[in-house]
């Protein structure tokens, strides 16, 4: 069962063109990150959200957490090649002194130049 | 560069053979993390250790084994190798065991044949 629903799957835009991605659940989380991983790599870390209705703004990009702290999105205006990877969004649930996260599949975004 | 290493980069290897895959976390982090990510599953939180102590379990199999020794460094031993165990392996570090900023090593790719 997943968790975390992360849409589109897969995006390929033309650079400078905005974009937002989703990631939806049917469980409350506690917290919220955005995660981005290139080819080769691991994932690294953007943005963590913790209030519901939040929203952080980073550059050019902008998440916001849903009221209900349920799900999240993530919009990229005039995007660039350099923002080419997979996106990753990953929950948290409270209690306990872990931190385990639950990671939707991602969004492969693709900016062409 | 998050600090974080695994070794190896690449790892081939036959079914039902054993292979062990090592994380260094970052200097003076106390969690260590392991997820699997495949592309049908995404990223998949296996295990956790804090200090040397199991902290948490996630979707590991019971091949599949890990520890945490004095030094800090993680080993996660996997064994009677399948196919379907071809994947990359990451791990995590995080300063203390509640922190919400996991920083990810580059990843082992394991290939079964």
């Known amino acids: 069962t997943q968790l975390l629903e992360q849409s589109p799957q897969f995006l390929s835009i033309q650079e400078g063109e905005n974009l937002t991605v989703y990631c939806n659940s049917s469980?409350?989380?506690?917290?919220l990150q955005w995660y981005r991983q290139e080819p080769g790599e691991g994932p690294v870390l953007l943005v963590t959200v913790v209030t519901g209705g939040e929203v952080k703004k980073l550059k050019r990009l902008t998440f916001q957490f849903g009221d209900a702290r349920k799900d999240s999105s993530l919009h990229i205006t005039a995007a660039q090649p350099g923002d080419t990877g997979l996106y990753l969004c990953?929950?948290?649930?409270?209690?306990?002194?872990?931190?385990?996260?639950?990671f939707g599949k991602g969004t492969l975004l693709t900016v062409n130049p | 560069d998050s600090g974080v290493t695994q070794t190896p980069k690449h790892l081939i290897t036959a079914t039902g053979q054993r292979v062990t895959l090592r994380c260094s976390p970052r200097?003076?982090?106390?969690?260590v993390y392991w997820y699997q990510q495949s592309l049908d599953q995404g990223l998949q939180f296996l295990i956790q250790?804090?200090?040397?102590?199991?902290?948490a379990k996630g979707n590991i199999l019971e091949r599949f084994s890990a520890q945490q020794f004095p030094d800090l460094h993680s080993e996660l031993n996997l064994s009677s190798l399948e196919l379907g165990d071809s994947a990359l392996y990451f791990c995590?570090?995080?300063?203390?065991?509640?922190?919400?900023?996991?920083?990810f090593g580059p990843g082992t790719r394991l290939t079964v044949l």
């Open positions: 990953a929950g948290a649930k409270s209690g306990g002194s872990n931190y385990k996260l639950t």
């Open positions: 469980s409350v989380f506690s917290s």
């Open positions: 995590a570090s995080t300063p203390w065991d509640g922190s919400n900023e996991q920083f």
């Open positions: 250790y804090y200090n040397g102590e199991e902290r």
């Open positions: 200097s003076g982090d106390l969690s």
